[in-house]
């Protein structure tokens, strides 16, 4: 199991969104290229780079950034938020980008998303975003009648290879993830999932890693590393130690 920092950007700062609500932002830097450079300092191997302007309003705002992080690092970055179409997808996997995520497009139009998938195979990542027991989309903005885990077996039968799973009612709380959903999602579907959403501690870490069996590919972190509730190497530690 891997750790994955999150950088989530904004008009070209470093935040994070408190349950997905735009109006409830923590600003953390004005430089995420540093950002990222600190982070892979620090032992990180994979970085998560979010367009939050890209994801709210349907179309990359934050290009330039992202462009620069990508060529700054040696480490692999996924890029999201905001990608709706073939010509990001191909842009930023020639930027230097290991995988893209997509979203909304991908839960709304399942000829594209098998289109792109035949495409650009391993590199098409699909985010589903939920709230308690229902997906939200459209920048977190929209709410769904679809269970989680019966979209995340849908995304597997369209030949998605990985997915990332986020209760938006958790992320930014450092309350901890929701794992009564996470383990139903990991028993629905035979592929890799990367969860993310309210990891407040180290203990979180080793439940995730109890839990998450051959499917549970990494986690990703944001609040609880930019205010120092959890400490990166140990949690690399944690994540790659086998057994209990």
Not at 89 to 109: M, P, S
Not at 147 to 165: F, Y
Request: hydrophobic content about 40%; proline content about 2%; aromatic content about 4%.
């Amino acid at each position: 199991m891997i750790i994955i920092p999150a950088i989530d950007i904004i008009q070209g700062r470093v935040v994070r969104l408190h349950q997905g609500n735009f109006g409830k932002e923590t600003f953390y830097s004005d430089d995420p290229v540093e950002t990222a450079l600190m982070w892979q300092k620090k032992g990180a191997t994979f970085l998560h780079i979010v367009d939050l302007d890209g994801a709210r309003l349907g179309e990359i705002k934050n290009r330039a950034i992202i462009d620069r992080i990508i060529k700054k690092v040696s480490m692999s970055c996924e890029v999201g938020g905001g990608i709706r179409d073939e010509k990001d997808i191909e842009y930023f996997l020639k930027q230097g980008a290991k995988r893209v995520v997509l979203g909304t497009r991908a839960l709304e139009d399942p000829d594209y998303l098998k289109k792109v998938i035949s495409e650009f195979g391993e590199s098409i990542v699909v985010g589903i975003d939920f709230a308690g027991k229902k997906v939200v989309k459209k920048g977190w903005q929209e709410n769904t009648n679809l269970r989680p885990d019966a979209v995340a077996s849908h995304m597997q039968k369209l030949g998605v290879r990985t997915i990332e799973v986020t209760d938006i009612v958790m992320d930014g709380t450092l309350k901890g993830p929701n794992m009564e959903m996470l383990k139903k999602i990991l028993a629905a579907v035979d592929m890799a999932v990367i969860a993310s959403g309210g990891i407040s501690s180290l203990g979180d870490i080793k439940a995730l890693r109890g839990i998450g069996g051959k499917h549970l590919e990494g986690v990703i972190i944001g609040r609880a590393l930019y205010e120092g509730k959890v400490d990166l190497k140990e949690a690399i530690r944690i994540a790659e130690t086998r057994g209990t």
